[in-house]
């Protein structure tokens, strides 16, 4: 059947280049998301304003799309599984529940011949002291799967008292990651059609800021030998998941060049913006070829670049941005600028 | 002030193309267009939906917009002059004015400095007899202003009878055009900012079918010369009408090098479609900053390329195109392909 209309749940800065890449290639878009006039449904054909997991809400973006497909990677895996019995679902539940929780995530990413951190479930006090006992009494408590009440994680270094630690977190499932003496990070982003065809775009090397994405640059100071452990490291997680779609995945780079992993995102991935700016087919036109069961356009990369993201106040530089030649700036569409808040990018052609 | 919305008068292809380039500077459209669920309603903000000659929709329109363009040239003169008392309005309605008028347009053109083909007003059967004994007994007799019942134009090659000719075109204003024995066509896009900021991009060559533009081949075919005769032309005409937003001209190119203006559109061009596959910042993207008071952007070409209209059914054949690398293709979001419909281009890179 030929994809008409597709289904985005989320209506995010993601989902509106999602929808307007479907719009490019002729498709129409629904977004779901239970904020009114959000950025993704102000260039989408129609919004339903629900809830992500509202049942009759996703029964009615079911019914009106041929493919289905989300912006964020906190979908509950039960409505995508919900979903699935009905119509296609792409990335499928299966990403979305390994992305969802770190332990499952790191052990799936192991289980490909993808090499991780060190770790250790964490499900009680006890056996956060054992593992802490193993990895030389340092590590990084974190929960297992995201937004238990905003308690994000604790950082142990020798020494450091652990009492209370597992209450601390809200006495969740935990895992314990090792430190890893990391140089840098890069991220890759690659796509793949039901088909099993594979595409990688070039890896980006990334520095964040307070803990968000501050700048990609394009090529990242790597060897080739670390490009192609990334393209393959890609390329293992994408037939593994039986993946339709793009994923991102970021890396830690090792003084020695080689690569451990740090997450995946079932999304296109903030680190890939550039690609709208240097490459012929964006990574939004790649996800939306690849859940729309068309063939995968070129990752070749025309421009070296440094893609930058605009937080909150950033976005009232942008008269300087717009000024400067070679600059593609890109905005959300949103409203107030609120610390913290993504409000575009620019990505400057080198 | 700062633009935020800007209202685009006809809800077609180029009308979609502009509103997505706003969307993507963060800036809000409102399309007015009588048409329903148009091409550009659908990834605009809002549709107002009623003539674009309709008093009350115009002010329904500028009462919303902090400025008005149009993606066609047949927008009312008088249509333009009223809106241009409450809001600015680009391009100018001095550009609506001559580019609806063949006379005007020529008038203009040679006013200007810019070479056209020999041609006479022409407004009785008396006028159009003497005219075509001036040329030779050959000529092109067409109406001065758009749209008379579709009746376009004649042509008359020596020997022909002109009897009653002027009756058969409508007994309408009239001009007649002197032949012109052209190599090859090609086009130039251009842009100004009410600053009087001036960017032009490459000379494209086009080949039309059946009176549609079928391809637009960067680069041209031509010296430096007649590139550099091209961006004069088009910065003396953008100068000449203190023009705001992008202009398309279309020149013959004769043996000699030398450049003939046969017409202008004020607007963005179909041969200026290449510029979203090719170019830093495309033609849509340059006439919403124009329009909106932001800064132009380079319009550097990062590789050569040609552009393919798909009319009605060559829709058809998008799989052909979507599976060949470096293949940047765009559909419209029109239901129903119909003979001589514009559906989409796709822009291959070279």
Redesign the interface.
């Known amino acids: 059947m030929t994809v008409k209309t597709i289904g985005i749940i989320g209506g995010g800065q993601l989902g509106?280049m999602l929808?307007?890449a479907a719009?490019?290639?002729?498709l129409?878009t629904i977004v779901l998301e239970p904020q009114a006039d959000c950025p993704a449904a102000?260039?989408a054909?129609q919004q339903i304003i629900a809830d992500y997991a509202d049942p009759e809400a996703l029964d009615a973006l079911a019914a009106q799309c041929d493919v289905i497909t989300y912006e964020f990677e906190n979908v509950p895996v039960e409505a995508a599984l919900a979903l699935e019995r009905k119509i296609a679902v792409y990335p499928p539940a299966k990403a979305l529940e390994v992305s969802q929780d770190r332990l499952l995530e790191k052990q799936f990413l192991n289980a490909n011949g993808i090499v991780t951190a060190p770790f250790r479930a964490v499900d009680s006090q006890e056996e956060l002291e054992a593992a802490l006992a193993e990895f030389g009494g340092q590590g990084v408590l974190k929960t297992r799967r995201f937004g238990y009440d905003g308690k994000g994680q604790q950082v142990y270094r020798k020494g450091d008292n652990a009492a209370g630690g597992y209450a601390a977190l809200g006495s969740v499932p935990l895992i314990l990651e090792g430190f890893i003496a990391f140089e840098r990070e890069i991220s890759i982003i690659a796509a793949r059609t039901k088909d099993g065809e594979i595409a990688c775009y070039d890896p980006a090397e990334n520095v964040h800021r307070n803990g968000i994405l501050h700048t990609s640059t394009l090529p990242a100071t790597i060897t080739l030998e670390t490009a192609e452990a990334a393209r393959l490291a890609a390329t293992k997680l994408l037939s593994g998941l039986d993946y339709v779609g793009v994923v991102g995945i970021e890396f830690f780079l090792m003084q020695d060049g080689t690569l451990i992993a740090n997450e995946m995102a079932p999304r296109v991935h903030n680190s890939g913006h550039w690609t709208e700016?240097a490459c012929?087919?964006s990574q939004f036109e790649q996800h939306i070829?690849a859940v729309a069961g068309?063939?995968l356009?070129?990752c070749?990369r025309?421009?070296d670049c440094v893609m930058t993201n605009l937080i909150g106040d950033d976005v009232l530089e942008m008269?300087t941005w717009?000024?400067r030649?070679?600059?593609?700036?890109?905005?959300?569409?949103?409203a107030e600028a609120r610390p913290g808040r993504k409000m575009?990018h620019v990505t400057e052609?080198l």
Not at 23 to 26: I, N, R, T, Y
Not at 325 to 334: D, F, T
């Open positions: 509106r929808a307007m719009a490019k290639l002729g129409k102000q260039v054909n700016a012929v087919i070829r068309l063939p356009g070129a070749e025309h421009s008269d717009l000024a030649p070679n600059v593609v700036v890109h905005l959300y569409g949103k575009g052609l």
